[in-house]
Nanobody
Framework: QVQLVESGGGSVQAGESLRLSCAAS????????MGWHRQAPGKQRELVAA????????DLDSSVKDRFIISRDDARRAVYLQMLNLKPEDTAVYYC??????????????WGQGTQVTVSS
């Protein structure tokens, strides 16, 4: 059983920073793409950032490009999202995602439980 556990959300003032963490655990053979998505109230879930096993990242949306940084630590089976200069419009539930293979070489695609980020002006 593979699972993703997120941490690091919270309530902050505009201009402050947060660092989200997501750790994968269980019978993992390898991890492929790991990423962060967010869902604001009344909106669809959207991709924020993703990083492949070779370290390649996606083109971040212009709304977060200069403020959010994604990274991964394969030794810890973890992915992080450093969020700088947060804005009220960043308020959302942030979800970690990961694809990979379990110990039986079966592919998986998982979501974390989500962590709330609230930014007040």
């Amino acid at each position: 059983q593979v699972q993703l556990v997120e941490s690091g959300g919270g309530s902050v003032q505009a201009g402050e920073s947060l660092r989200l963490s997501c750790a994968a655990s269980g019978s993992i053979f390898d991890l492929n793409v790991m990423g962060w998505h967010r869902q604001a109230p009344g909106k669809q879930r959207e991709l924020v950032a993703a990083v492949a096993a070779d370290g390649t990242t996606n083109d971040l949306d212009s709304s977060v490009k200069d403020r959010f940084i994604i990274s991964r630590d394969d030794a810890r089976r973890a992915v992080y999202l450093q969020m700088l200069n947060l804005k009220p419009e960043d308020t959302a539930v942030y979800y970690c995602s990961a694809t990979g293979r379990d110990d039986s070489k079966r592919p998986f695609a998982l979501w974390g439980q989500g962590t709330q980020v609230t930014v007040s002006s």
